[in-house]
């Protein structure tokens, strides 16, 4: 029997050597991930033990055939009858060890997707070319932010990376991300368009009477309400589909299934975590800009061990 440190750097087990294989088959462990034999005093990495050498070389060992989309969910269904606890204070200190320990790396991967969305947004405001490169953006972020998540995972998961796997979602699964991101907006945007109809209809109404009338302003803000309340709920409980797309290897329409289901088990703690890393990003604009090259990695980082949190396989079945 064995004991694991998992990449969010919790204890886990005794488990079984076959159990231990079948995580570093999932890319849930590595040679770096550190481990001991129940009875043994000191951790060692798993490439020092003979007995998952295989498992290992196998795992290292690239794939023959490219990935394929659509098997079962991409998650198993251990993880998804699993229930987990979410830790906002240890996600961000996690991701501050690690912006710390790679800071050149993390830094560098994410300023290439800062000046690239900057970039993409500063010229839409371009008159005419605007509309084809809103449209251009639209195609490029999710597999951009798909390869952020990448970029990050590898790092957590002390695997070998460098700063390209920025670019991985455009490799690995680009009509899935981009699939994947599209929907994610034009339903979030659907789910608020009657609260948005609440809210014009009074509007209009005071625009043609030339008064603010109070009974109406409380009618418009009730609407934006019932706007806001999809596009919050949604928006969290989807936060994980892109990581799902391009680290299991799923088609969008199931990755955004898995997400909203788990996320669902804990919503809050997630949109406590989402509240949290909004106040880093904004925190870091204030900081004439520059701040957010330093937010927006720990930022990723964090979101990327809730991820772990919620979809790793060392989680204990829910009762």
Known sequence: MYKITGADQKEYGPVSADQV???????????????????????????????????????????????????????????????????????????????KNNFGMLF???AIYLLIQGGLSAMAQIPIAGAVLTLVSVVIMGPLTGGVYYFMLKHIRHQPGDIGDIFSGFRLCFGQLVLCYLVMAILIFVSAIPGMAVTAYPIYLMVRQHAVSPPLV??????????????????????????????????????????????????????????????????????????????????????????????????????
């Not at 043994?40 to 055939?65: H, I, Q, V």
């Open 21 to 99: 294989r079948r995580w570093i088959t999932e890319g849930r462990a590595s040679g770096n991930t550190l481990a001991k034999e129940e009875s043994a005093a000191d951790w060692k990495p798993l490439s020092a033990f003979p007995e998952f050498a295989e498992s290992l070389a196998a795992a290292a060992a690239p794939s023959a055939t490219p990935p394929t989309f659509g098997a079962p969910t991409g998650v198993s269904s251990e993880i998804l009858a699993g229930d987990y606890d979410l830790d906002i204070g240890q996600c961000l200190s996690n991701a501050w060890d690690l912006l």
């Open 108 to 110: 560098g991967g994410v």
């Open 218 to 319: 409380l009618w418009a803000a009730a609407g934006l309400v019932v706007a806001i309340i999809p596009v919050i709920y949604l928006g969290v409980s989807w936060i994980f589909s892109l990581a799902l797309v391009v680290d299991r290897q799923m088609e969008f329409w199931p990755a955004l299934g898995v997400s909203r289901k788990m996320v669902g088990k804990h919503w809050w703690p997630v949109f406590g975590l989402v509240v949290v890393c909004a106040l880093i990003k904004v925190a870091g604009l204030l900081v004439c800009c520059l701040g957010l090259f330093i937010s927006m990695p720990l930022v990723f980082a964090a979101m990327m061990y809730a991820y772990e949190s919620i979809f790793s396989a060392t989680k204990t079945p829910a009762a």
